[in-house]
């Protein structure tokens, strides 16, 4: 449906995109992931045909954006990062506008308009002037101006910014309910967010594509062994012992006391075996209480900040890591 | 395209422009009316119309500069720029609008004129002939400023920067007789003409040998013609500054003679600024 060849895009001497390459499948829900300046923007103000690429093609359902814009842009519904709204018109009015240039047939219109202003639910809104709205409902007459015309493809720049928890759950709703209708591409730079209601995830960074997965396999790829932090009650050596004689737990490693009387271990087995069920088993066989049990395995978030390379965040985690192998002398295997 | 002329005569009459821009030209142009005509007892409305064209300074820069400046500071362009609409069909639209208006404000000052032929006969040929002039005027005016318009993102600028370039086609007719006449300066004249041609086309091609190759040429064909004609270059900066001057042609519509030259110029100025405007919007997508 999308595609998208050698583009690069040059803002005077800063490189805002480095020769990138992808494709969108029809039907595809594809999140853009990447902190702030990545190029996320930039990249979809080009798709949109905003503003021309440096150098690199972009093709909309076969059609050149550059050699024929007008055709290409009909197939497109773009929410940029800031709701293009007009403040001094009422909802109604705003979105009569909008789909009379997108050339929806007078005839269509009204039933159109009705339609989008349901799947973002601001019915109730319809006769407010835009500029005394609230962030969150601007963000959804945004919304609805990019559905009208039932544009193939649904391209929106950090939509869920400035929402609300609960208005973002709604949102997250919105967008599995059109990413079954439409080719829908979203950004962010909050990790959930995209993982959420995306089939595939593109991290970019610093004008580069660093990965281009599922959510899942993205989790998985980068999950480095099977770690479990514990929390478990009773005596230190006697915990030891008693997990020596499970040989799928590789290694151990007594972290701290946090509780009184309970310990902290740090567990991990081989690549992609689950422990979990060894170590409650061995806690049970032996009666220790096991009071808490959480995954190490990297989040996505982290799997994140490790691709776009954020030093002075994951710097800090190395060193508290490097800090507990040092105190945790006693290693069973 | 009817979709953004509605839009834009929509935000005229919302932000209070459109009722301001009525009522100070039917005001403006009423108290000269009573001025001139009323109590001189004087049909001649064409001289109450060449009077007003002072009201362009203001009227046009208020018509205009918030066309594109309002949305860019909005991000509506981001709206505009991505909706299957042609670049042309946008800035005609606004354009069509802001004439639209200029055009209704013409509409009811015509009133004075027919208050005149209840009491009188009037001098019809003239009238016509100074509101044709009046009019094209003001399209051609509001062309600028819709260029202007779409250089800045600052409303204020937009305005100030449209009221210079009147103010300066206003006093062109003046400038003219002051200007050296002797074949030298004109020569310089076009030289100066030649590299601001040179940078205009540099500017919307980026093509430095073209440009180049084009201010070369040129003034060699200058020089060559200096040298063989010195003649011809005789009083060349008035005389162009006395084809610009679009109110000095306005004197001639007003005596009621419609000369199709006149109309032309008008016409073809503003086209040119039109397709500037569009080419402009073009060139800074492409950067």
Redesign the interface.
Known sequence: MIKVKNLTKRYGQHLALDNISFTVEEGEVLGFLGPNGAGKSTTM?IM?????STEGEVHIGGIDIVAE???A??Q?G?L?E?P??????RVD?YLN??A????VKSSERKQMVAYVKEAVHIEDMSKRLIKNLSKGYRQRVGMA?AMLGNPKVIIMDEPTVGLDPKQIIEMREVFRKLGKKHTLILSSHIMQEVSAVCDRVMIINKGHIMASDTPERLAAGLAQGHKMLVRVKGDKDKILSALADYSIIKEVKAIASRELGTIDFELSGDENIDIREAIFSCMSANSMPLLMMKSLDLSLEEIFLQITGQEQVAEPQTEELQATQTTGEEQVS | M???I??EL??YF??MTGYIFLALTVLLTGIFFVAMNVIFRSPHFHQVLNSTTILFFVMVPALTMRLFADEVK?????????????VWQIVLGKYLAAGLLFLMAMVVTMIFPLIISNFGELPVSQIVGAYVGYILIGLMLIAIGVFISVMTENQIIAAVSTFGIIFVMFILDALAGGMPADATSSLIFIGILILIVAGIFYHSTKNIFAAGIFAIVSAGIAIALFFANNLMFDGIIGRSFRWLSIFSRFDTLTMGILNLADIVFYISFALVFIYLTVNVIEKR???
């Open positions: 103000n949109t045909g905003y503003i021309a814009p007008e055709k842009k009909a497109i773009y940029p800031t293009p709204l007009y403040g001094d018109m009015e506008f909008v009379s240039i997108k050339k101006q | 009817t979709a953004i509605m839009k929509r935000t919302t932000q909005n991000k509506t362009d981001q709206l505009l720029y991505t909706s299957p609409l042609a997508r492409w950067r």
